[in-house]
C-alpha cells in the first residue's frame, strides 16, 4: 500500500538537506505539495536537491535555496529570516544536519573533536529551534530533530556523537512538554544505518562505507541497511495530522539494529 502524504500550503525548511537522509525528506515534501526550504554548505548540492524538489512538485513549485552552516548563528538567523521573508511562515522544522568523526578518549585532540561535534549536532539545533519557536507558534507546526540509535547505545570512539545526540533526545523531550501549550509538537526519529555520506564526510573511504552498509544489512532482522526514503517517511509521519497526538517521542527507526543487540563497530 502507498501512503500519500499532503503537506499542500506548507513550509518545510529541512537543515542539511543538500543530501542524504536531509535530501530524501525535503524531497518527499516537495512530492507532497509543500514548499520546501533547502540548505547546506555546498551550493551545487543545494541547488541539485531544488532541481529534484522542482521535478516531483505537483505545482512545480520553486524550492528555497539558502547556503548556509548550521555551527554559524548569523548564518542560521539568515536561513530563517530568508524563509520568512520568501514564505512568510514556518510550518515544519527537521533539523538534520549533524556531523560524525571518532575519537579515542585519550586522544590529545578529542577535546577539539567533542566541542565540534557539539556545536555541530547539538548547540546549532538548540539555536535554530530557538529562532524558529515565534513563527512556529503562529502555525501550530511541529519539529523534528533527526538523531541516532548511537543517542541509545555506546560506540567505541565516538563518545562524542553518542553523547550529542543523546543530549538531542532529551532536548527532544523537554522542549516537546514547554513548546505543547503553544501547540508545537516536537518529536525525534533516531535511525540505524543509512546509505548517507556522513562517514566519508568524517574520513571514511566509501569502499568501507560500502562494506560496513553491507555488513549491518546482513546482520539486520530486516535484511537490509537503510535508505534516506525509510528516514524520509518517518519524518513526513511525524509532521502529518495522522500523528497529531504524538509529541515528546523517539521514533527509532533502524531496520532491527536495536532489538537484535548489533553492534556499533569500531
Known amino acids: ?10 513550509v518545510a525548511l529541512i537543515t542539511g538537506s543538500s543530501s542524504g537522509i536531509g535530501a530524501a525528506t525535503a524531497i518527499l515534501f516537495a512530492k507532497s505539495g509543500a514548499n520546501v526550504v ?13 532541481k529534484q524538489c522542482l521535478e516531483v512538485s505537483p505545482d512545480r513549485l520553486k524550492a528555497l535555496e539558502v547556503v548556509a552552516d548550521v555551527t554559524s ?32 578518549f585519550e ?18 539545533v538548540v539555536f535554530l529551534t530557538h529562532i524558529c519557536v515565534k513563527h512556529l507558534e503562529k502555525t501550530k507546526g511541529n519539529i523534528i530533530n533527526i538523531s541516532s540509535i548511537s543517542g541509545i547505545q555506546t560506540a567505541q570512539q565516538y563518545s562524542s556523537y553518542c553523547m550529542s545526540k543523546s543530549a538531542l533526545d ?4 523537554c522542549i516537546a512538554a514547554e513548546l505543547g501549550p503553544k501547540g508545537i509538537r516536537v518529536n525525534s526519529v533516531n535511525p540505524g544505518v543509512v546509505k548517507t555520506n556522513i562517514m566519508v564526510a568524517a574520513g571514511v573511504s566509501e ?13 539486520y532482522p530486516i535484511g537490509r541497511y537503510g535508505e534516506g526514503s525509510d528516514i524520509a517517511h518517518s519524518v513526513l509521519y511525524l509532521a502529518s495530522d495522522e500523528s497529531s497526538f504524538i509529541t515528546g517521542t523517539i521514533l527509532v527507526a533502524d531496520g532491527g539494529h536495536l532489538a537484535a543487540n548489533v553492534a556499533v563497530f569500531d
Open 1 to 10: 500500500m502507498s501512503i500519500t502524504y499532503h503537506f499542500t500550503g506548507k
Open 38 to 50: 533547502i540548505t547546506g554548505r555546498n551550493a551545487g548540492r543545494v541547488s541539485n536537491v531544488a
Open 73 to 104: 548563528d548569523e548564518d542560521l538567523q539568515r536561513l530563517v529570516d530568508t524563509t520568512i521573508k520568501t514564505f512568510g511562515k514556518i510550518d515544519v522544522l527537521v533539523n538534520n544536519a549533524g556531523i560524525a568523526r571518532g575519537s579515542k
Open 107 to 124: 586522544d590529545q585532540d578529542y577535546i577539539n573533536v567533542y566541542k565540534n561535534i557539539m556545536k555541530a549536532n547539538l548547540d546549532s
Open 170 to 173: 532529551m532536548f527532544t523531550k
Open 207 to 219: 569502499v568501507e562505507c560500502d562494506e560496513a552498509n553491507k555488513t549491518y544489512g546482513r546482520l
